[in-house]
Each structure stands twice: as structure tokens, then as C-alpha cells.
């Protein structure tokens, strides 16, 4: 699986937008970029995932870049309770995977 | 919908007890898992299920057994309760259509054994 670098951490002001970015310049063809946070004491919470084109749901958007060795998590208007840890996975989605690793992510702060 | 739903939030055992971690998830998903999360660290898959009746081990099934006899719940059993087992419990369920990576999670239950 591809390795993904982000920082580890980030501030945002409650009401802005947060752009979470993750670097992932080894992917190959088939793998997937998938997006989960953990807010503390809680259960991660799967965001988003796209291959090659920008994706949009109801909690974020998912800017990938065109050679997709990067891509962006998007929090259009952070609000206090999106203060969490941020992870980005990079993997082919296959069967026979057997445990979810999330690496150290980006712990985003949201300051009213 | 509620979705993954855990009980109970918060226990503390002694060591040699039993109890059993009550996980119901209301999405129709075929694919439920166990995980615990020691302080500080990532996850480790305790126990699976590909649907009702069919169960099968993970990285760390030791001192854990589960059961699948609904779709809806998959409840994880701790027999003789060891120190070692203080930690937080997650389960998680997906839909058999979604990848591997899209699973969704309870709110985890907080287990102590002193």
C-alpha cells in the first residue's frame, strides 16, 4: 500500500473552511484515497473516497490532483465539533484486507 | 437510522469475570467487526463476520469469543477478564457491495479490568 504523508497538525477557525491536505506520491493505478477522522473518545468515522475525480458528499469534498499524488480534504465550514484526528489512507480497494491502519493523521483544531 | 449502536458505554471488571459487549447495527450490512484501540494506538481487529451465522478470527481473537446469529448483532463475549484486556472497544459494520475501507463505526465501549 501506498505510504501518505500529512501534517500533524492543523488550526482552523470555526466558520472557515479547513483544507486537510495529504501527500501520497507513491500511488499506483488502482489504489483509492479514502478520508476518516476520530473525534476524541469516539469512533472513526469514515468521510469520503475517490479514485481519480473530486468528490462531494454531505460531510466533505475530495480534491484529488491530476497525476493524484496529493488530493485535499475539504470541511467547508468547520465547526467546533470537526476538531479531530484526520486520516488519509491510500489502498487498492481488494478483497482479502484484514485491518485498517491509519497512520499518525492530522489532528485539526477548530478555534471559535 | 441509528446505526452502529454499542453497549455499555463505560464497564469495569475484575479480573476473572465475563461480560458480554453488545453491538446492533440497523443498516442491513452483511460485514461486522471487532476491534480494540489501546491508548495511543491504531486498531486491531479482535473477530469478523461476513453475515449471519459465519464468524471467523482477526489479529487478536485471544480471550474473545462472538456469535452471529442475526444480521443485525454481533456481540463480542470477554471470558476471564485479564488486565491485559483494558481497552477501548469499537465495532464496526459494512455493506458487502462497499470496500473493505468504508466501514462504519459505534461509539465504542471503554473497558477496564483491574
Known amino acids: 500500500d501506498a505510504k501518505t504523508t500529512q501534517p500533524p497538525s492543523m488550526d482552523c477557525a470555526e466558520g472557515r473552511a479547513a483544507n486537510l491536505p495529504c501527500n501520497h506520491s507513491?500511488?499506483?493505478?488502482?489504489?483509492?484515497v479514502y478520508w476518516y477522522r476520530q473525534i476524541h473518545s469516539q469512533g472513526p468515522q469514515y468521510i469520503i473516497h475517490?479514485?481519480?475525480n473530486n468528490e462531494t458528499n454531505e460531510m466533505a469534498s475530495l480534491i484529488i490532483t491530476e497525476d493524484r499524488k496529493s488530493s485535499t480534504l475539504i470541511l467547508p465550514h468547520a465547526t467546533l465539533r470537526d476538531t479531530a484526528v484526520y486520516y488519509c489512507?491510500?489502498?487498492?480497494?481488494?478483497?482479502?484486507?484484514?485491518?485498517?491502519?491509519f497512520g499518525t493523521g492530522t489532528r485539526l483544531t477548530v478555534i471559535p | 437510522n441509528a446505526g452502529v449502536t454499542q453497549t455499555p458505554k463505560f464497564r469495569i471488571l475484575k479480573i476473572g469475570q465475563s461480560m458480554t459487549l453488545q453491538c446492533t447495527q440497523d443498516m442491513n450490512h452483511n460485514y461486522m467487526y471487532w476491534y480494540r484501540q489501546d491508548p495511543g494506538m491504531g486498531l486491531k481487529l479482535i473477530y469478523y463476520?461476513?453475515?449471519?451465522?459465519?464468524?471467523d478470527k482477526g489479529e487478536v481473537p485471544n480471550g474473545y469469543n462472538v456469535s452471529r446469529s442475526t444480521t443485525e448483532d454481533f456481540p463480542l463475549r470477554l471470558e476471564l477478564a485479564a488486565p491485559s484486556q483494558t481497552s477501548v472497544y469499537f465495532c464496526?459494520?459494512?455493506?458487502?457491495?462497499?470496500?473493505?475501507?468504508?466501514?462504519?463505526f459505534g461509539p465504542g465501549t471503554r473497558l477496564t479490568v483491574t
Open positions: 489512507i491510500v489502498t487498492p480497494s481488494r478483497a482479502g484486507a484484514n485491518n485498517l491502519f
Open positions: 463476520s461476513v453475515g449471519a451465522g459465519i464468524t
Open positions: 507513491t500511488i499506483s493505478g488502482n489504489e483509492y
Open positions: 475517490g479514485l481519480k
Open positions: 464496526a459494520s459494512r455493506n458487502r457491495d462497499r470496500s473493505f475501507y468504508e466501514q462504519y
